[in-house]
């Protein structure tokens, strides 16, 4: 091969975070070759977005108002009392709840605008980074490049070959969840246009109820990987959704749009997430629990940082160097530091019924929870999330 057919960036996967990576290095002018084992569109699920994913989307040039619900904020609700709480996202930016299939077909056909090179049913399926340029092999052919970024999601295959994804067992956890088409009602009306995300609060776990265009609903149940009940799959989402007053209201007549889908055991830390000529952004860096809807955030986020990092390093010519990401990676971990110290208070200590349904009392605190919520995670004058990242302060304390 000669040099002209090296690629400056290989990225495998062409999710949000490889479609995000792949147009930022585009757009600084970089040769990239995005490869997905899978074609668009696909079903994906996480559909409820953040408000600082916004600058990001238009650095990609992507109007995500365009075909998107506005999503007013997040409404956490005890089934049981019927207590709820409120925080809006009211701040500079908007965010949006997005049918997923479609809009990250948008994001990867932007990359080809961009002049992203993309080759769909293609599997990577080794990975070799030297100190001299990364080789990649996939199911159809082999490539060659000066840097290689992995975008797989949670199949992390850096990760994965290298045995670094640690696995937050306090989070093990399953999610089954549906779609299912709305009748029109005053009901439906009411949460369409609000468009928020509502987290109804049952005895066994949590639903997510994400409404999105056309009277869709996405609607999930959380639960223990372990919880004791004698039910499985359809038969426990069931069960737990006719329980649910609130969902009983919603889904009154409402149309089966898919059957049940699961996904297990998500939540893992990936401990090594660059080297020598690599990369790694979105999910393969690290995953969370749904609950505070910080998945698609973060691989945005992510691409975004190693994408800038990487343009710098490229002009010094330090793109070989190991330690490229340590500064920005450094970054990365305080603000997912911080979500899984949220996610683990609201596991393990009640965090909605002690301090969410209390937030109305003391106004700060509820405009720095409002904060976190919405992924502004790296200012120095949020007291609450000092106060988090203070009180304890590395992931592996919370594992041992
Ligand atoms: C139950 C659940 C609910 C969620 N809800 C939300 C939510 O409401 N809001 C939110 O923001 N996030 C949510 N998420 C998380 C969100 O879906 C992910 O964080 C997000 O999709 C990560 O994007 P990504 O680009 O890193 O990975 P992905 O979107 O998974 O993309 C990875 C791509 O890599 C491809 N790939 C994999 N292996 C290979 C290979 N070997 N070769 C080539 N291609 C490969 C795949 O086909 C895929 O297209 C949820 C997750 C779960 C599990």
């Known amino acids: 091969m000669s040099d002209n057919q090296i ?3 290989i990225i495998a996967g062409a999710g949000p975070a490889g479609s995000t990576a792949a147009t930022l290095l585009a757009q600084y002018g970089y040769h990239v070759l995005m490869l997905d084992k899978d074609q668009h569109p696909r079903f994906h699920i996480g559909e409820s977005m953040l408000p600082m994913a916004e600058p990001i989307m238009k650095r990609l040039n992507i109007d995500w108002s365009c075909g998107n619900l506005v999503k007013g904020g997040a409404e956490f609700i005890d089934e049981k009392t019927g207590r709820r709480t409120f925080f809006p996202f009211e701040g500079k930016y908007k965010t949006f709840q997005v049918e997923r299939s479609v809009f990250d077909q948008r994001l990867f056909e932007n990359a080809i605008k961009h002049g992203v090179e993309t080759h769909e049913q293609e599997k990577v399926t080794h990975v070799d980074c030297n ?7 996939t199911d159809k052919a082999n490539y060659q490049g000066r840097y290689f970024i992995d975008a797989t999601g949670r199949n992390a295959i850096m990760g994965r070959s290298q045995q670094t994804i640690n696995k937050l067992d306090k989070l093990g956890k399953f999610a089954l969840y549906k779609h299912y088409k709305l009748v029109n009602n005053l009901t439906t009306q009411a949460l369409f246009e ?7 609060l049952t005895e066994l776990g949590w639903f997510w109820c994400i409404p999105l265009t056309n009277q869709r609903l996405s609607v999930g149940l959380v639960v223990q990987k ?3 009940s004698d039910l499985k799959g359809a038969d426990l989402f069931n069960h737990y959704a ?3 007053p609130r969902l009983t209201e919603l889904l009154k007549g409402a149309e089966l749009l898919t059957d049940v889908r699961t996904e297990a055991d998500f939540s893992y830390f990936n401990e090594q997430r660059h080297g020598v000529r690599y990369a790694c952004c979105g999910d393969v860096a690290g995953f969370l629990d749904p609950v505070f809807s910080s998945g698609f955030f973060f691989a945005v986020k992510t691409a975004e940082m190693v994408a800038d990092r990487l343009h710098q390093g490229f002009e010094e010519q330090r793109e070989a160097e190991a330690d490229l990401h340590n500064s920005s990676d450094e970054i990365y971990q305080t603000g997912f530091q911080t979500m899984y110290l949220m996610i683990e ?3 393990r200590s009640n965090l909605v019924h002690n301090l969410f349904f209390e937030a109305e009392r003391a106004p700060r605190v509820k405009e720095e929870i409002v904060a976190i919520l919405a992924g502004d995670l790296w200012t ?4 609450f999330q000092q106060g988090l990242l203070t009180g304890r302060n590395n992931i592996a304390m919370f594992d041992s």
């Open 194 to 200: 609000t468009g928020n995300i509502e987290i109804l």
């Open 242 to 244: 006719s329980a649910s």
């Open 7 to 9: 690629y400056d960036v």
């Open 380 to 383: 120095d004058d949020n007291n």
């Open 226 to 228: 372990d919880a004791p």
């Open 131 to 137: 100190t001299e340029r990364v080789n990649i092999e």
């Open 345 to 347: 208070r609201f596991y």
